[in-house]
């Protein structure tokens, strides 16, 4: 799964990268959790920036609270499953990101964090879906999830599912309205390992509330309790 990401770039350089504007205010982000509201790129508006919250209810769940269970879906069942085929179909949005954290566990109480990035840690785009639901007070809140797929080499080390790196050229046609399910599901393979790195980074990242630059900043391995492994 994919479960924590960043976003450490300034308004202007999101704007100029995905050409796009940004009507509210935004600071970088370290640190970026489920359920938390975060900018995404929609099909609907795809000339704007628009704020979702990470974690998307199924249709058949409503008035329910954003649930961490449901912040990713599988590319390789993304079309068949009930909760996402018309999300997937309709509902697809860039989710801007300049890396994403993974843990790698070493023994039964020790796990290592680590940050991906593209090799010179510039922007990207994850492929993802948004929906919106209706909450207990009749209030329509619009949520997204990120879309996974099988681990490159470079992630396979560490875990077993990774987040879909669009190519920058598949941005437009995974916003396209016209383009065919075929078309778009090719769209959803590992990025290759070689546009990639990896580091280990502080267990800061472990707290939502740790939202700062620390969080990204390379690290001589700590397991989660913050002591200092063997292991990189």
């Not at 991906?116 to 999830?145: C, K, M, P, Q, R």
Request: glycine fraction near 4%.
């Amino acid at each position: 799964m994919c479960g924590r990401y960043s976003l450490a770039k300034s308004k202007k350089a999101l704007e100029e990268r995905f050409n796009a504007e940004m009507l509210e205010p935004f600071h970088p982000r370290f640190n970026i959790a489920p359920t938390q509201l975060v900018p995404v790129i929609t099909s609907d508006s795809p000339m704007g920036f628009s704020h979702f919250y990470w974690g998307i209810t199924p249709e058949f769940a409503r008035n329910k609270p954003v649930s961490q269970r449901f912040i990713n879906a599988r590319a390789e069942t993304i079309r068949e499953t009930v909760s996402f085929k018309n999300s997937f179909r309709r509902k697809r949005c860039l989710v801007p990101a300049d890396g994403f954290f993974e843990w790698k566990k070493m023994g039964k109480k020790t796990k290592i964090p680590y940050r991906f990035t593209l090799l010179d840690e510039s922007l990207f785009a994850f492929a993802g879906i948004w929906d919106e639901y209706e909450n207990t007070e009749g209030e329509v809140h619009h949520t997204f999830l990120i879309i996974t797929t099988a681990p490159n080499g470079i992630v396979n080390d560490i875990h077993d599912r990774m987040p879909v790196i669009l190519e920058r050229g598949a941005e437009s046609i995974w916003l396209d309205p016209l383009a065919s399910e075929e078309r778009l599901e090719s769209l959803l393979k590992p990025r290759s390992e070689d546009d990639m790195l990896c580091y280990t980074v502080s267990p800061l990242v472990n707290q939502v509330a740790n939202d700062s630059a620390a969080v990204i900043r390379k690290t001589l391995p700590m397991d989660q309790f913050g002591n200092y492994t063997l292991f990189g």
